[in-house]
């Protein structure tokens, strides 16, 4: 099993900035990326930052420019600096390992972040 806990979400006003942190342990064969979702009310879960073993990261269009994700010195641990957080960034935020061929399908409880206007 793998165990993912994420931390760091809050309540914030437009334009604020909150950093997600989140450390995965348990049964992890190989750490290939690790990433950032995000669940708003009545969506699908969207990825929305990944970065990968050689540090190179990637970011959904609508994040590019404000969040930045990081790995911690534990190779297990990533962060998410989110900063000009817009109403609609508002979502219960889960981190995830990539293990090569795929995404685990164990899930954190999240972090929640609400963005107020």
Known sequence: QVQLVESGGGLVQAGGSLRLSCLASGSIFRINAMGW???????????????????????VDSVKGRFTISRGNAKNS???QMNSLR??????YYCNVYNGREWTT???QGTQVTVSS
Not at 37 to 59: F, H, M, N, W
Not at 87 to 92: L, R
């Open 37 to 59: 979702y995000r669940q708003a009310p009545g969506k699908q879960r969207e990825l929305v930052a990944v970065i990968s073993s050689d540090g190179s990261t990637s970011y």
């Open 78 to 80: 990533v962060y998410l």
């Open 87 to 92: 109403p609609e960034d508002t979502a219960v």
């Open 106 to 108: 164990y899930w954190g």
